[in-house]
């Protein structure tokens, strides 16, 4: 028992019943329609923020990997050596898958349009074996954000199996799916772009 | 303070227990995703009212605060490190706004109003005791002053240490704890006389 020595008031029982109330309370009106228009009308950070304009994501992660590959690169310009070992000529004469226009939708069952799928497995097949040619460190930043994302898709698509009529998950997992797409179109994109041993 | 790993989507359009991590939807708002930042609000809305409420003693006020704290996150959330729970550092920027609401306004709590959002159907916890006493505590805590009433409902209220109270609220660990004795010593006044 906690007692006031000048008022002789026993201090300690209000708090205690104080860590019995409620932490939680709803408002009694739905804030978010005010908040979500406060957001808009402000406008993002930088370009593209809200999940609808795809790639934000892919943004984000393509920069985190474009800095590591050139930091990279930068580093190893001069290491002929250790740079020489991999890194093939770029098929100039090889025209850029077109990504850009594929969106990610879903068939029945949550499955992806055909035109995604054929777009995703072509810039996988392409990427996977452009990340041969990359230098160790730059290929293990791809593959981590590559598995970050493809870790994002498992979590929403596990969790879309238990609740398949959530559209916040649907709407969740289309997104990271587009955010996927951009990200292995850009990765290939900065791949390409890479000097070969010739040119070092 | 630790918040729920999982994030049930109960609040949108599903009465499912499923859904997914916490730290997903953060990853997911900290690029622009404007639904799983909804998620997030739907998640954390009670707690951060409850403060807001308590600390600024107006619903207008709370209400006020509590958009200004979730516009700001949306912000800030590419600052956002992780080093702790999301639910913490809402909690701080919805200090920060209550705390820059005090300095600005001045107070004057409308207890009523307080009161009557406590009392709201359904949000009784379980096993809850008399709401009277409950209603009786909740004015002797808006009528507090703010230094006493934030240090309270920080600490006594809502659990946080005394050094992450100070810390959410920028003064010395030592004053957090004064001021957390004189809160108690006026509630005893108030309530036990």
């Known amino acids: 028992m906690n007692e006031d020595k000048t008022t002789g008031l026993e201090t300690g029982r209000w708090e205690r019943e104080a860590a019995r109330l409620p932490r939680d309370i709803k408002p009694q009106r739905d804030l978010w329609p005010d908040i979500a228009a406060r957001i808009d009308s402000r406008q993002p950070i930088s370009a593209g923020r809200r999940w609808r304009v795809g790639g934000a994501l892919a943004a984000a992660v393509a920069l985190v990997a474009l800095s590591s590959v050139t930091t990279l690169w930068m580093s190893q310009r001069g290491t002929e050596a250790e740079f020489s070992q991999v890194v093939p000529s770029p098929d100039s004469n090889r025209s850029d898958i077109q990504t850009a226009d594929v969106q990610a939708a879903f068939g029945p069952d949550h499955e992806l349009g055909p035109r995604y799928r054929l777009a995703r497995n072509a810039l996988t097949t392409d990427l996977d074996a452009r990340l041969q040619a990359l230098p160790p460190g730059t290929r293990k930043v791809v593959e981590q954000n590559l598995q970050q994302i493809r870790g994002a898709v498992t979590e929403i698509n596990q969790a879309l199996a238990d609740d398949p009529g959530n559209a916040l998950l649907q709407q969740l997992l289309m997104a990271t799916y587009q955010d996927e797409l951009a990200v292995l179109t850009e990765m290939n994109r900065i791949a390409r772009s890479l000097p070969t041993r010739t040119e070092i | 303070m630790q918040m729920a790993a999982v994030v049930p989507m109960t609040g949108i359009d599903s009465d499912a227990d499923e859904g997914v991590s916490e730290a997903l939807l953060v990853r997911r708002a900290r690029v622009g995703d404007l639904v799983a930042f909804e998620a997030l609000y739907r998640l954390h809305q009670g707690r951060i009212y409850a403060l807001c409420l308590r600390m600024s003693g107006s619903r207008d006020r709370a209400e006020d605060c509590m958009q200004e704290a979730f ?8 600052d956002f490190e992780g ?84 810390e959410m609220l920028g003064v010395a660990v030592g004053t957090c704890k004064a001021q957390l004795h004189r809160a108690r010593r006026l509630l005893a006044e108030r309530l036990d006389r």
Not at chain 2, 71 to 78: E, G, I, K, S
Not at chain 2, 128 to 134: F, I, P, Q, V, W
Not at chain 2, 137 to 152: C, H, K, M, T
């Open chain 2, 71 to 78: 516009v700001q996150a949306w912000r800030r959330l590419p």
């Open chain 2, 83 to 166: 080093r702790s729970a999301f639910g913490t550092w809402l909690y701080r920027i919805a200090v920060n706004q209550v705390l820059t609401l005090q300095r600005k306004e001045g107070r004057s709590p409308d207890f009523l109003e307080i009161v009557d959002d406590l009392v709201a159907p359904g949000e009784d916890r379980p096993g809850s005791r008399d709401a009277g006493l409950a209603m009786d505590l909740e004015q002797a805590i808006a009528s507090l002053p703010d230094g006493a009433r934030n240090v309270f409902v920080l600490n006594a209220v809502h659990g946080y240490s005394h050094i992450e109270a100070a």
